[in-house]
Every structure is written in structure tokens, then in C-alpha cells.
């Protein structure tokens, strides 16, 4: 009973923050601080909502560089609520093109300033990675990308694809991986306490003077790293 109440709970809040999104964004269209003020208005309520507890340590992620290649972990689609609490200011991220027709949600993505890209279509999407380029070398601007390129439902890490490092090392700029503990398999909805997540920041990975040569080297090391906090961070909550 619990469970169905927080569900439609939620649904509610999606679609009144999905309302109040799609106002901001036409008040200030593809504003890239609108990703930031959006993620809050989905994360805070709905934390209240399924009653999990965010422990948040993200100090390298607070004072990133004003340009950087954000990578997490991706497990869900409550990420959306988990990661929402930390987006930094002035980031916006990449997501596939058929985001733009969920309801409000969609809207309210592409208003924010994200990045949509039509993964079916190569030429379309290389077309975005050059912008996303651009962006990160003359805006200010940073990126948050899931490298795995699909939820891995609190399983191992999926292999990481290119994109991300691809991006980070033609702009020049560093990688600031964000690692959130596995959640989604422990959280119990159907209780008034539903579990508590850990999500931690790593030291900003430089990428300036790299080439796509060492790209193979720069994912592995990326990737090795991550998995070893969220294992780390697994182990604190276990010992808890």
C-alpha cells in the first residue's frame, strides 16, 4: 500500500515539476543553469517522497573547473532523483533524441540547453559531439554524460563507450567522475525508511595534451577508478 502511494505520489510530482521545468525554461530558453534549477525540483521533493537518504560527498565536483566532462554511473531511471541533488551549476547533458517526446519532461530537457542525440543517425550525431565541443571550449559550460549509454540496473559496470572521452580530450578539458553506490536492488519502497545512498566525487582526471591514441588508456583508467568507489562505498553502507 506504501509502495502504491509514493508511486502515485510521484507521478504527481513528475508532472507538476515537469510543468514548473517547461515555465522556467520558456522564461529563459536553453539557459545551461537550468539544468541545475531542474534537477533540484525533481530531486528534493521526491527524496522526501520515497524517504531515501542522500549522503552526498562531491567536494571536486562542487569546485570543478568552469568546463569539464562530468561521466557517472547510471542504474535507473531514479537517477534522475539522485543525481539531481548534485548537478552543479552551469552543466547540462547529453541524452537520446527520443527524449523529446515524454511528456513535459522532454520539453522542459531540450529548453534546459541539453543535448539531444539521434544515436541511429551517425552523421546527426557526430554533428552534436562537435558541438558539444565547441561548447565546452567557449561557453563555460560542462557536461554530464552517462558513459555507459544505458542503465546498468545495479549490476557490474557496462563498458564504457567513446563519446565522452572522445569530447573531453578534443576540447582539451578534465574528466570528473561521479559515483553514486548501488542502490536500486536494496531500496525497499514498500517501507517508510527506504535505504541510503552514498554518492562520491572524484579528483578532476586531466586531459590536455592527450590524443585519441590514448584514449583506450584514458577509459580504463576512468573506468577502474569508478568501479573501485562504488565498491568502497558498497562496503561503508553494508558496514553501516
Known amino acids: ?10 507521478g504527481l510530482h513528475f508532472i507538476l515539476a515537469g510543468v514548473l521545468g517547461v515555465l522556467l525554461g520558456l ?3 536553453f539557459n545551461p543553469d537550468n539544468s541545475r534549477l531542474c534537477a533540484r525540483l525533481y530531486a528534493l521533493p521526491a527524496m522526501c517522497i520515497l524517504r531515501l537518504r542522500v ?11 568552469d568546463s569539464c ?3 557517472a554511473n547510471h542504474q535507473s ?5 539522485v543525481f539531481g541533488n548534485v548537478v552543479p551549476r552551469r552543466t547540462v547533458c547529453i541524452g537520446k533524441k527520443s527524449l523529446k517526446w515524454v511528456p513535459l519532461f522532454g520539453q522542459l530537457f531540450w529548453l534546459a540547453g541539453n543535448v539531444l542525440i539521434d544515436r541511429g543517425n551517425a552523421q546527426k550525431a557526430r554533428q552534436s559531439m562537435l558541438t558539444t565541443t565547441h561548447t565546452l571550449q567557449n561557453e563555460d559550460t560542462s557536461i554530464w554524460v552517462f558513459p555507459e ?10 563498458p564504457f563507450k567513446k563519446g565522452a572521452f572522445q569530447m573531453a580530450i578534443a576540447a582539451g578539458v578534465p574528466i570528473v567522475p561521479v559515483c553514486v553506490s548501488t542502490y536500486v536492488k536494496h531500496m525497499r519502497l514498500n517501507r517508510w525508511r527506504s535505504g541510503k545512498i552514498l554518492i562520491r566525487s572524484l579528483p578532476a582526471i586531466p586531459t590536455a595534451g592527450l590524443s585519441l591514441e590514448d584514449m583506450p588508456l584514458l577509459i580504463e583508467q ?5 568501479r573501485e568507489c562504488i565498491a568502497s562505498m558498497d562496503r561503508q553502507l553494508q558496514a553501516a
Open 1 to 10: 500500500m506504501l509502495f502504491v502511494f509514493r508511486m502515485l505520489l510521484m
Open 27 to 29: 522564461c529563459r530558453p
Open 55 to 65: 549522503k552526498a560527498e562531491v567536494g571536486p565536483l562542487m569546485d570543478k573547473p
Open 69 to 71: 566532462v562530468i561521466i
Open 77 to 81: 531511471n531514479y537517477d534522475l532523483f
Open 149 to 158: 549509454g544505458t542503465r546498468n540496473l545495479g549490476e557490474e559496470l557496462l
Open 222 to 226: 576512468c573506468r577502474e577508478q569508478m
